[in-house]
């Protein structure tokens, strides 16, 4: 059952993830490689990209903090606070190669957050089981959503690329720690529904 302490410390939250600047306590991935020579439309492909990551981070959050309020299990939950913990990294990471390249975060992030955790919550309340095959499934299309941007990014710009590929690999562990809690597959439909909302999203935010 939920109390009040964890609405007001999830709706605290969730003002930090949107409005605060996120802080990483792994080193930034390639903080130390050179800043590659590109062009303004290569550093404007770069910086949109990495507004979409961040944007996707931005719902990992969410997801992550509604599932995490409404699982039963409190190993689930462990697991879910956890992912959340490294997402939070990513945030930063994304934040800060967004500043390096003199874009801009989504305006739209914050409609991003309240979509994402009533999707979690209400992936929670169905069941640990479930939540946990949310979590995997939602970690595999991440995973596939990046390795796209991989061949998206110029060429040259190594730094985006550390960043990009370190994310990529703790969001496999992600879904592999949710399987070996006790994940279900999810229904055809519902990851093609999954599917079809991260294409709207990652669509808006490469503009917006």
Not at 102 to 127: D, E, Q, V
């Amino acid at each position: 059952m939920l109390r009040i302490d964890d609405l007001i410390i999830g709706f605290d939250k969730g003002l930090r993830t949107v409005f605060a600047q996120a802080r990483s306590v792994r080193p930034v991935p390639g903080e130390a490689l050179p800043e590659a020579d590109m062009d303004a439309a290569q550093r404007a492909q770069a910086a949109a990209l990495m507004r979409v990551n961040h944007s996707g981070e931005i719902c990992a959050q969410a997801l992550y903090q509604g599932q995490a309020m409404t699982a039963r299990d409190s190993g689930a939950r462990a697991a879910l606070e956890h992912a959340a913990q490294e997402e939070t990294e990513h945030l930063a990471w994304t934040e800060r190669r967004i500043n390096e390249l003199g874009g801009r975060k989504s305006l739209l992030n914050p409609l991003w957050y309240a979509g994402s955790f009533a999707i979690g919550a209400a992936a929670g309340l169905l069941g640990d089981k479930w939540n946990l095959g949310f979590l995997a499934e939602t970690e595999r299309q991440v995973g596939r959503h990046l390795e796209g941007h991989l061949a998206r990014l110029p060429a040259a710009d190594e730094k985006s690329r550390a960043i990009v590929e370190q994310m990529r690999d703790d969001e496999a562990r992600h879904a592999a720690t949710a399987l070996d809690h006790g994940g279900a597959e999810l229904p055809a439909p519902v990851k093609a529904a999954m599917q079809v909302s991260s294409k709207v999203m990652t669509s808006a935010a490469y503009i917006v």
